[in-house]
């Protein structure tokens, strides 16, 4: 017999809504904390007027999600997914409020910025095995390229652009407004996700008689390499939270510019990132999955070995590093989210996001020593030998399972594995 897998006019017309509905609340949350670390960073330094007291505002927003997430992604497979984002979103609001209230009424800048930041972390570590959850619950398999590829896109513009503004409008209206924007946006996403609306229900299976020859042996059912998965797409926050440290002491040490050329060096990597993501989808036409997921990151660490030779250098590759960059990471997301189980979706990328973290903390301190030990330059090659070798160890040993789902029935089971 066989299963009819048609999804229902609902879960269609659901599906669709969803997507027109996370995309834009993805973009104003990653603006929004965009928005908070860089007005709270900058308060912090005039605060302490110390390099060290910014960097421990950035462990304090790191620490939580390496430790909550795993635990907050096994409450998101047993939870309403929905209202879980919802939940956040609405303490994050009155946490973010709070920052300017504890301003206002004369208290220390530092200490609440340290207090407020790290809460935001906290509940960031429930929204995002929460939304990602959401996301595969709610969007059809076979949209699921196209979504990430839409979302992706957003998330970075929004960053982008708070990014950009943020210390202009620090300069011109303070730390707080900024705050304040923080807490509605943290609202109106909460809004967008609340109205998605309730999961629909799933469409009654339709059997179907088939002849089947009763000597034949009976097919096992796929095996998803979710750990593998996990560390493809973990590999890519390796490299951003590294090269976001060493990036800085090149322009600033090696180069010997000023600070404006990290907001030019920022600006064309998020150009070159978004046009990447738009790009996705017809590039995914022509090379797809692992392949593309692969050649992605590879294109990326070429162009980052190039990077430190000299600040044109860095200018001319640094918008193709974030092409590159977005082949692979979409197509990396989009293969570990196809392969996770819906019931197990918010552990599967909790626990992605703690790897990915943990992993970029222990390269960052070491690459950092590497660089302070010798040159700059060294870290960001030991940086590409090191992403490099991850990314082609797990292709030759993702390449062969993978190939082998591809060749498999569509109406195949698929089942999840922790190999």
């Known amino acids: ?197 309730r999961k629909p229900a799933k469409a009654p299976v339709v059997e179907e008689a088939v002849a089947t020859d009763p000597s034949a042996p009976a097919e096992a059912p796929v095996r998803q390499p979710i750990k593998r998965l996990a560390l493809l797409y973990a590999n890519g926050n390796i490299g951003l939270m590294v090269a976001n440290v060493i990036l800085t002491t090149l322009i600033l040490q090696t180069f010997n510019q000023g600070a404006w050329m990290i907001g030019v060096v920022d600006a064309l990597a998020g150009v070159g990132f978004i046009v990447g993501a738009a790009a996705y989808g017809k590039v995914s036409k022509r090379v797809k999955g692992i392949h593309l997921a692969v050649l992605g990151t590879l294109g990326n660490l070429i162009c980052l070995a190039i990077q430190p030779l000299h600040y044109i250098a860095l200018m001319a590759a640094i918008p193709f590093a974030g092409f590159c960059f977005a082949q692979g990471r979409i197509a990396a997301r989009t293969l570990l989210m196809r392969a996770s189980p819906e019931e197990r979706v918010g552990r599967i990328f909790g626990s992605t996001q703690a790897l990915g973290l943990g992993l970029g903390v222990g390269a960052t301190v070491g690459l950092s020593a590497l660089a302070d030990a010798s040159t700059v330059p060294y870290a960001f090659w030991g940086l590409a030998i090191l992403q490099g070798a991850i990314v082609i160890g797990t292709y030759f040993s993702l390449a062969k399972p993978l190939s082998a789902q591809e060749k498999k029935r569509p109406a195949e089971v698929l089942e999840a594995t922790a190999a």
């Open 1 to 197: 017999m066989s299963l009819d897998s048609t999804p229902s006019t609902d879960a269609v017309r659901s599906s669709r809504l969803a997507e027109r509905l996370l995309v834009p609340a993805g973009f104003i949350t990653t603006a929004g904390n965009a928005f908070q670390i860089t007005a709270a960073a900058i308060l912090v330094f005039h605060a302490e007027q110390t390099t060290l007291a910014v960097g421990w505002l950035f462990i304090a927003v790191s620490i939580p999600q390496v430790a909550l997430a795993v635990l907050f992604g096994k409450l998101v497979d047993k939870v309403d997914r929905r209202m879980l984002c919802v939940a956040a979103d609405l303490v994050s609001a009155m946490t973010a409020f709070a920052l300017p209230v504890w301003l206002w009424i004369g208290g220390p800048a530092n200490l609440g910025s340290y207090i407020a930041n790290f809460m935001l972390a906290c509940t960031a570590a429930l929204f995002m095995p929460a939304s990602n959850g959401l996301i595969k619950e709610r969007i059809r398999d076979e949209r699921l390229g196209k979504f990430n590829s839409h979302f992706e896109m957003a998330s970075n513009a929004g960053m982008l652009l708070a990014s950009s503004l943020a210390g202009f409008l620090v300069i011109w209206f303070g730390a707080t407004p900024l705050f304040v924007f923080n807490s509605l946006s943290f609202v109106l996403s909460a809004v967008l996700v609340y109205a998605i609306g």
